[in-house]
């Protein structure tokens, strides 16, 4: 299955950080393995994608950020949802799966 870049999916990656800093918090390395992971290697997020979101989901208060230390040893940034963050996973998901049926409904047509 080829690859698809979350950049070529516009307004999906906000939703897909949330959803996967759901489950706790990670630094940025870690959010991405995890996207590829659960996506079986399809979706892969660039650097130059991820931490920009990480950066304007942190300014719009979905996320909060603090300094620790990776299992590696290394010293990294790791995010976490705040409950203005849960809110907003919960009305992004709401509408993606509107989206999702919407489009199903169409592709139904032919």
């Known amino acids: 299955m080829a690859q698809i870049r ?6 999906t990656l906000d939703l897909l950080v949330l959803r996967v800093l759901q489950r706790g918090a990670m630094h940025g390395w870690a959010i991405a393995q995890r996207l590829e ?10 650097q130059g994608s991820l931490y920009p979101a990480l950066y304007r989901l942190e300014d719009t208060g979905f996320l ?3 300094w620790g230390q990776t299992d590696a040893g290394r010293r990294a940034r790791f995010y976490k949802l705040t409950k203005l963050g849960r ?4 009305r992004e998901r709401a ?4 989206y999702i049926a919407a489009v199903g409904r169409v592709l139904e047509l032919a």
């Not at 979350?6 to 307004?11: A, E, K, S």
């Not at 509408?95 to 509107?98: A, F, H, N, Y």
Request: charged share 20%.
């Open 6 to 11: 979350t950049d070529r999916l516009p307004g």
């Open 37 to 46: 992971e659960v996506s079986c290697d399809v979706l892969t997020v660039g």
């Open 64 to 66: 909060v950020a603090e």
């Open 87 to 90: 809110a907003q996973l919960a």
């Open 95 to 98: 509408s993606w799966d509107q």
